[in-house]
Each structure stands twice: as structure tokens, then as C-alpha cells.
């Protein structure tokens, strides 16, 4: 790992943070790209400050010219992007009938239109340069449903549809993807005011436990790839 440059798209999250932790105490270097900048240099500074080394960039997953100048700004600065670590999200667990249009839009706008643009982008680059990792995050409502979470299952459901076909595109390319499949995780996706389920954060996968997953899926050896994995606490199994 050492000198490679892992870009974390959510880098102000406890997921994204916790990677950045394991993949900078590994030599690469780490961007933290998020909306909340000041979150996230909070981290870089921790990292650099213990020997890492960690950069910030802000970014709006949902906006062409913020996404692709941060792919552009990462490739010029640091040089060729190896792995895509796609940690960011918004959460919606509401019945139906008491979701508002406007959450709905927020949700897909994020977590599907997000995802492509933020994918798109870096991959234009790593197709350039031959090779790249990319790790995405269906979580377990993007493999079974559960009450309540129509829109944002669908949401999670289309991440997993989009990098299954860019699987098949890729069959004679060297981008490489991973899907985690992951349940509880103790992180602030649970204080969205959308998100409306009483949960056990104590019962929970911990963040540093999902970023050990993270890196075993970025440092798999020569042409072997981790395709996808489900981590569920024991508590929370759905499949």
C-alpha cells in the first residue's frame, strides 16, 4: 500500500475515517474528500500529525464541476488515483406515506446520482492509467429489504445493480470492485431525523471493524479481487 493514493469520498464519516485510519498507517496516501471540510482536516491533521500522510478536499457528490475537479485536483497533486473508497450516503427509514418528495429526491440524488458521478469521474482516470480499485458500500438494504425502507433500499439496490454492470463492463479491464454488504454499523447515520427506527448502537458493527474489510478488499494481491462480502452483527442477521 505504501505510496498509493486511496481517495475517500466521505471522508467526514466514522466508516471513512476509520479506512483512512488503516490505509495511511499502511504508507498510502489518503484523500478525504467531504462536504463537511472541517470534519474532515480534523482527521488529516490526526493522521499527519501520528506520521501519515493526509490530505482534504470538499466535494458535493451531487454536483458535476465539484466532482470532477476533485478527481482532476487528486490525479495533478498526488498523481494516479488506486483505489476509490465510495463511503457516503444518506439514510431514509420512514413508512411510505410519511416520506416527504423532497427527502425521497435527496436520497437518490446522493446515493444513486452521487454514486455515478463520483464513479465516473475517477474511473475516467484509472481506465487512463490501466488499473484501479473501486469499493462499494449497498449495505445489507441493498441485498434484503426490511420495513420501511422502500426509498432508500431502492436507492442502495441501484448501487448494487450499477457496479454489478460496471463488473461486466470491466471484464477485459483492470478496474477492479468490491460490494460490502454490511448491517448495523454504529456511525451518525442514525441521527438523521429521517432515519426513524429505535436501534442498539452497543449491539453494532464498529467502524474499525468495517474499515478491516475496507482494506482487506483494497490489498487483495495480483488479479484477485474481493467481489463482494456480507459482515452483519449476530444480532442484526437478515440473510
Known amino acids: 500500500m505504501e505510496d498509493q493514493v486511496v481517495l475517500i469520498v466521505g471522508g467526514s464519516g466514522g466508516i471513512g475515517q476509520s479506512s483512512a485510519d488503516l ?18 482536516e480534523e482527521k488529516a491533521k490526526e493522521i499527519n500529525d501520528n506520521g501519515g500522510e493526509a490530505y482534504v478536499i470538499e466535494v458535493d457528490v451531487t454536483d458535476l464541476a465539484s466532482v470532477s475537479s476533485m478527481a482532476r485536483e487528486v490525479d495533478e497533486d498526488l498523481g494516479q488515483i488506486d483505489i476509490l473508497v465510495n463511503a457516503f450516503g444518506t439514510g431514509l427509514i420512514q413508512p411510505i406515506l410519511d416520506i416527504k418528495p423532497e427527502h425521497a429526491k435527496e436520497v437518490f440524488d446522493v446515493n444513486v446520482y452521487g454514486t455515478f458521478l463520483v464513479t465516473q469521474a475517477v474511473m475516467r482516470y484509472m481506465e487512463t492509467n490501466k488499473k484501479g480499485r473501486v469499493i462499494m458500500f449497498p449495505g445489507i438494504l441493498g441485498k434484503a429489504v426490511m420495513k420501511n425502507t422502500s426509498v432508500y433500499s431502492a436507492s442502495k439496490y441501484a448501487v448494487s445493480g450499477f457496479t454489478k454492470a460496471l463488473v461486466e463492463e470491466q ?11 454490511l448491517g448495523g454499523v454504529d456511525t451518525e447515520f442514525w441521527d438523521n431525523p429521517n432515519v426513524d427506527m429505535r436501534v442498539n448502537k452497543d449491539k453494532m458493527l464498529t467502524t474499525e471493524e468495517v474499515a478491516k474489510a475496507v482494506y482487506y478488499a483494497a490489498s487483495q494481491p495480483g488479479q484477485s479481487v474481493l467481489n463482494e462480502i456480507v459482515i452483519q452483527p449476530e444480532s442484526h442477521q437478515m440473510v
Do not use: D, M, T, W
Not at 504508507?27 to 463537511?36: E, M
Not at 471484464?171 to 454488504?181: P, T
Open 171 to 181: 471484464r477485459r479491464g483492470n478496474i477492479k470492485f468490491s460490494l460490502l454488504y
Open 23 to 40: 490505509f495511511a498507517k499502511a504508507g498510502a496516501k489518503v484523500v478525504l474528500a467531504a462536504r463537511n471540510k472541517e470534519k474532515a
